[in-house]
Structure formats: C-alpha cells, structure tokens
C-alpha cells in the first residue's frame, strides 16, 4: 500500500487514535434500527393501543411515525460519512495472512464489506426517499402511513446490516485491522500502559 510520507500512523495504522469509521457505524444503525421500529411499531399499533391505556402512557400513532421518518433520514445522512470514514479507513489498511471464521481471506472480506457498504448506502437512501413519498404524497392522509412491502424491506435490510456488521467485526476482531490493543500486542508492548 502506497501511503503519502507526511501521514504519521499510530499503533492502529491510522492516523488518529481511535478508529473513525465504527463510531459512524453505531450511529447508523442505532438511527436505522430506531426507524424501522418505530414505523412497525406505528403499523402496529391498533395492538398496542391496549397496552398504553393500560399503563397510562399517551401515545400517538403519528408519533411512531415521525420518529420512524426523521431517524430514517439521519440515518441516510450519517451513513455517507460512515461510507467514507470506512473508506478512508480501508484504503490505510494492510490485509493480514489467514482466514475468517467464514473462510474468507482478509483482503476478500475487506472487499466485500467495502462493496456492500456502497450498497447499504444506496438502499438507505433510497428507502429514505420511498419513505418521504410516503409520508408527504402517498398515504399522507392515511393512518398508517407506511406500506406493509416497506417495512417487509425495513426488516431484510436489518438482515443485511447483521451480516455486513458481522464481515466488519471480523476485520477488527479475526484479522487486527486497524485494532489499537492487537496491534500494540504484537508489537510487544502493553495495550493498557499505552492507551491510558
């Protein structure tokens, strides 16, 4: 990998000391797991109506709603720049020898979580708009204001999401990409003394 000379790299092979990317990770998918909730929550809340009487919550199934859109489309805005952090991040990495509990190499699963992150943007995105066609055009007078095939997608996109986290955290984990302790630990030195 061809680096430019002026960029210092730190036990974890970049350039600041904690990676970038899984802190933009987190948040897209807290943002992103919140907003498909929240939508099955308000499609389902003829359900769960009961339920709030009961325990004397108000509620309202607009609310479900609007937190369901406005985490939605944080998420479609945050997840650009967890896409580039983890590109940035990827492009300083060295691809260690070996195999992942999958059987794929490094390089083929820094590859592959590379590509599906471009993807997973694109589907965020686009949900985001197919969602604001919803919530401003389609079924703006309705009183569930998603379509059941929406949150159909919602849910096989949390499947997708699982598998891509999975593929990260094998990078992390099996492989010590951009790992501050693995990488301080070959090294020789203790990850204890240094990171405090």
Request: proline share 5%; glycine share 10%; net charge positive.
């Amino acid at each position: 990998m061809i680096r430019p000379p002026e960029l210092e790299l730190g036990a974890n092979d970049l350039p600041y000391s904690v990676p970038i990317h899984p802190q933009f990770v987190h948040l897209t998918l807290g943002l992103f797991i919140i907003a498909v909730l929240f939508d099955i929550a308000g499609a389902l809340f003829f359900l769960e109506r009961p339920i709030f009487k009961f325990l004397g919550l108000t509620a309202l199934r607009s609310g479900f709603f609007t937190v369901g859109w406005y985490n939605l489309f944080a998420a479609s805005i945050v997840t650009f720049f967890t896409v580039a952090a983890g590109f940035f991040e990827i492009l300083l990495a060295t691809p260690p020898p070996g195999k992942s509990a999958w059987g794929l190499s490094s390089s083929t699963t820094m590859l592959l979580h590379g590509v599906e992150g471009v993807l997973i943007l694109a589907a965020i995105v686009a949900m985001t708009f197919w969602r604001g066609l919803q919530r401003y055009r389609w079924r703006k007078d309705a009183r569930r204001e998603v379509q059941w095939s929406y949150l159909f997608v919602g849910v096989v996109m949390l499947g997708v999401l699982f598998v891509h986290g999975t593929l990260g955290a094998q990078l992390g984990d099996e492989f010590g990409i951009h790992n501050t302790a693995a990488n301080l630990i070959r090294q020789g030195q203790d990850p204890n003394r240094m990171l405090q």
